[in-house]
């Protein structure tokens, strides 16, 4: 029961973050740069104010460790969770909700295949047959159509969700995942005086509305969001953590036409279609490869 409800408030919180984004662009409320900065500030303050809680339990508790105490991310991850933070937010200036989160979604799982492939992973037929299926489904999608009113837009979600599964690759080595995000949350915040330099320039457009939503964004969708993730991932064997993520692009496009009036395409149906389906297929064979 724990388990599904943590799962459940993590899925919720994913998609949130694609309807805080593009509700607040789409509304005018504020500009892209303006939202990555406060979204990876109010992020950063979430985060490190949880890991302080977590690692005050551990120490309370004797579980504390130098395998812990050493994992505090690194700068290419931060690097990775900058780009896809950005490029993220500028593209939702264009993107609808739900096609957003499946091109974010799809661009996440295609790296990690991708990754595995490289790596030399040995996979069956109908493994490889998933994969060039959910890449031909993320090339139609991203195609410009009634869709995807923008290329740049889809072409910059796809580099965020790029980014994203690099970061995602680099993670799996971490002992700790909650100090490892916190960590690298305010490893990025680094590079806020340079994201400033254009962001300054918008400054007149921000309103407050725009602020609460990022705020939103970063410190509950991201920084709690993250975490209860992170509570429910132990509970959960590695196939049911991937494939309940393929129900964030749906929550997200239903958010999209109940909060945003944003319709369903039929391209966005069958893209759906495509790549869920295939990486579904491609998870739950994982294991059938000799």
């Known amino acids: 029961m ?7 408030v993590a899925l919720i919180a994913f998609a949130a973050n694609s309807l805080l984004c593009r509700m607040a662009l789409a509304q005018g409320y504020i500009d892209a740069w303006n939202f990555t900065i406060i979204r990876l500030v109010s992020g950063a303050v979430c985060l490190g104010l949880i890991m302080a809680v977590y690692t005050y339990n551990l120490k309370r508790k004797g579980a504390l460790n130098d395998a812990i105490l050493s994992d505090t991310g690194s700068w290419r991850s931060s ?8 490029c993220f937010s500028i593209a939702y200036i264009e993107l609808d909700t739900g096609t957003g989160a499946l091109i974010l979604f799809s ?30 489904g993320f090339v139609y999608l991203v195609l410009p159509s009634a869709a995807v009113p923008s290329l740049l837009g889809a072409s910059l979600m796809a580099l965020s969700g790029f980014a994203w599964g690099v970061y995602s690759i680099r993670g799996k080595a971490c002992v700790s995942p909650l100090r490892t995000t916190a960590f690298n949350f305010i ?3 680094v590079a806020i005086p340079v994201l400033l330099l254009v962001a300054i320039g918008y400054l007149k457009t921000v309103s407050m509305q725009g602020v609460l939503l990022a705020c939103a964004s970063g410190a509950i969708a991201s920084g709690i969001g993250y975490s209860i993730w992170y509570a429910a991932m132990p509970l959960l064997k590695s ?22 009036s944003e319709q369903v395409t039929v391209e966005f149906i069958i893209a759906s279609s495509l790549i869920l389906g295939s990486v579904l297929v ?7 490869a000799r």
């Not at 491609?282 to 059938?288: M, V």
């Open 2 to 8: 724990k388990a599904t409800l943590y799962t459940l």
């Open 79 to 86: 690097i990775s969770l900058l780009v896809y933070a950005l």
């Open 107 to 136: 661009a996440v799982q295609l790296t990690m295949i991708g990754w595995g492939i490289y790596k030399k992973e040995q996979l069956s037929k109908l493994q490889w047959g998933a994969f060039f299926v959910a890449l031909a």
């Open 187 to 189: 490893r990025s915040l």
């Open 239 to 260: 196939t049911q953590a991937a494939v309940v993520q393929l129900c964030v692009p749906v929550l997200a496009a239903i958010a999209g036409m109940l909060f945003l």
């Open 282 to 288: 491609f998870i739950l064979n994982k294991h059938t």
